[in-house]
């Protein structure tokens, strides 16, 4: 007895479906990716001109010195903490949630202590502040 064999086919890969998916994917990650381009820029900080100085009637005076001490409307805080400042901050605040917050950091006072001047003042519900400055003929004394 002699059987046939058939011609046996190959198995084909079919790579159109797998071309298919890679396609979406691809479009997929074009959209959601977002891009961001970092690019150095060049500043010149302004100066600040102290003769046009408003004055506001309800003012919180916050100074920060070089160590990082607060004193609220120049009275010393006993500590350093946020919770110190915005309870202070509150009890200053004369004019309720109108209060201006008025800033007078020293210049060399670190970063913190302002942002934890802010953090207060947020915390109080004083959300008017601004901050002091001299000019340049001042500093230069």
């Avoid at 074009?30 to 060049?42: A, N, P």
């Avoid at 990082?68 to 400042?85: H, Q, W």
């Avoid at 302002?114 to 000019?135: K, N």
Wanted: glycine residues 4%; negative net charge; charged residues 20%.
């Amino acid at each position: 007895m002699h059987f046939r064999h058939g011609a046996r086919d190959e198995p084909e890969i079919n790579l159109i479906p797998f071309i298919d998916v890679l396609l979406v994917v691809l479009i997929f990650l074009m959209l959601s990716t977002t891009y961001s381009k970092f690019t150095e820029m060049q500043l010149r900080l302004p100066v600040a001109d102290t003769d046009a100085q408003r004055d506001y009637p309800k003012e919180v005076i916050a100074a920060v010195s070089a160590d990082g001490r607060y004193s609220i409307n120049k009275t010393l805080l006993p500590d350093r903490s946020v919770e110190t400042v915005a309870a202070a901050l509150a009890a200053a605040a004369s004019g309720g949630k109108d209060t201006v917050v008025v800033i007078s950091a020293d210049a060399n006072s670190p970063h913190q202590s302002v942002i934890t001047v802010m953090e207060g003042a947020r915390r109080a519900g004083l959300m008017q502040i601004t901050f002091a400055t001299q000019s340049a003929a001042q500093a230069g004394r």
